[in-house]
Each structure stands twice: as structure tokens, then as C-alpha cells.
């Protein structure tokens, strides 16, 4: 199957500070990636539709100016959690069909720990 | 708008054993996609089986099947001969018109030796 690989694996970090999460598709190019978040116990909640060369499209009540997403190329997207503080620890997991067409599989990266202390 | 619904957080199976695990929906669509995925203590989501709505034939993958039922918007997933490393989260989701999933809210799975 196709690989998603997310950087970093887990992130502590203080209140107040930005932090940056890659989502890479290593032998596939996707013009589409998925932000998702999980809390513990919880199911996925879809954050954010990542389009390489456009902007991202965000689900109602998700901060855009908080949760920055940047599609740079056909491999690579990333989230960056602006002045992050504790409420936005969480698990993020991205994703990324590899084929085009509504339903084919999508690939998910191990996803993303962080904790703001 | 659609929803994913899965009634069982939680179910015990004993190994070698035969479990199944529920999820409904509700949509306007016509045409649409079903998937179960199992999210292992490593939080990595793996794709267990898939389902066309168009085709009425219930998918398969090895000791894993469905019984999709289109009418009633029922998508079960039938795991046959349980091993204990099918022990884990498994979540249906849905999508249709985009590549948007909508996640059912979970169930975990405990594989009994």
C-alpha cells in the first residue's frame, strides 16, 4: 500500500508557541491531504481539506488563522498550531488518497502527538 | 447531512470466534462508499474492507466481510475466526461527492485468549 509519513511523531511544547506538523506522501503525489484531530477515546473529527496550490478548506467552528495549513507541493503538506495552548493537545492524523476518484482508499500518516504545557 | 452512527463503544470476543460489529447511517446520496477501518494501539488506520453502494454484493477480505443492507442503511462488519490482533479501535466511516470521511465514533474490540 501507499506510505504517509507525518513529522513529528509527538511534540511537547509551551503555551504561546507555534508548532509545525509535515505530512509527507512518500511514493504517491496528492493533489488532496486531510487534517484530522483526535482526542483520547474519541473518534477522528475532520479539520481541514488540503489542496496543493490553493487554499485550504476548513470545517465550520475550526480557527483558520489558528490551525494554518500549507500545501507547498504534491508530496507535502503541513499544519502549523499557531500560539498553541493546552486545549489543543490532541492526537493529528493526516491523510491522502493515492488514486483520484470519489472512494478510493485514502492513506493515513501514524499521526501526531502534541501536548502544550 | 450525513451521519455515522456505531452503537457498541465497546465488544469482547473470544479468540477464534465469530463477532460482528454495527454501524448505521443516514444519507440522501445515491451513490456512496463505506469503509470499516482498525486503528491498532499504534494509531495507525488500516483499511479493512470497502464498499461500493452500488453493488449489492457484500464485500470480503479474507476472515473479514460486511453485510451491507442499502435500504435499511446498515453497514456491519462480520470478523470471522477472531485473532488477538484484531484487537482494536475499528471505526466505519462514509464518503460520497468528495473525498471527505465521516467517521462513526468507534468500537473497541477485545480479542479474549
Known amino acids: 500500500g501507499a506510505v504517509v509519513s507525518q513529522h513529528p511523531s509527538w511534540v511537547i511544547c509551551k503555551s504561546g508557541t507555534s508548532v509545525k506538523i509535515e505530512c509527507r506522501s512518500l511514493?504517491?503525489?496528492?493533489?488532496?491531504m486531510f487534517w484530522y484531530r483526535q482526542f483520547p477515546k474519541q473518534s477522528l473529527m475532520l479539520m481541514a481539506t488540503s489542496n496543493e496550490g490553493s487554499k485550504a478548506t476548513y470545517e465550520q467552528g475550526v480557527e483558520k488563522d489558528k490551525f494554518l495549513i500549507n500545501h507547498a507541493s504534491l508530496t507535502l503538506s503541513t499544519l502549523t498550531v499557531t500560539s498553541a495552548h493546552p486545549e489543543d493537545s490532541s492526537f493529528y492524523i493526516c491523510?491522502?488518497?493515492?488514486?483520484?476518484?470519489?472512494?478510493?482508499?485514502?492513506?493515513f500518516g501514524p499521526g501526531t502527538r502534541l501536548t502544550v504545557l | 447531512a450525513q451521519t455515522v452512527t456505531q452503537s457498541q463503544p465497546e465488544m469482547s470476543v473470544q479468540e477464534a470466534e465469530t463477532v460482528t460489529l454495527s454501524c448505521t447511517y443516514d444519507?440522501?446520496?445515491?451513490?456512496?462508499?463505506l469503509f470499516w477501518y482498525k486503528q491498532p494501539p499504534s494509531r495507525q488506520m488500516i483499511l479493512v474492507i470497502r464498499q461500493e453502494a452500488y453493488k449489492q454484493q457484500n464485500a470480503t477480505e479474507n476472515r473479514f466481510s460486511v453485510n451491507f443492507q442499502k435500504a435499511a442503511k446498515s453497514f456491519s462488519l462480520k470478523i470471522s475466526d477472531s485473532q488477538l490482533g484484531d484487537a482494536a479501535m475499528y471505526f466505519c466511516?462514509?464518503?460520497?461527492?468528495?473525498?471527505?470521511?465521516?467517521f462513526g465514533t468507534g468500537t473497541r474490540l477485545k480479542v479474549l485468549a
Open positions: 444519507t440522501s446520496e445515491s451513490d456512496y462508499y
Open positions: 466511516a462514509y464518503t460520497s461527492g468528495t473525498y471527505k470521511y465521516i
Open positions: 491523510s491522502a488518497p493515492r488514486l483520484a476518484g470519489i472512494g478510493n482508499e485514502q492513506f
Open positions: 511514493d504517491f503525489q496528492a493533489t488532496t
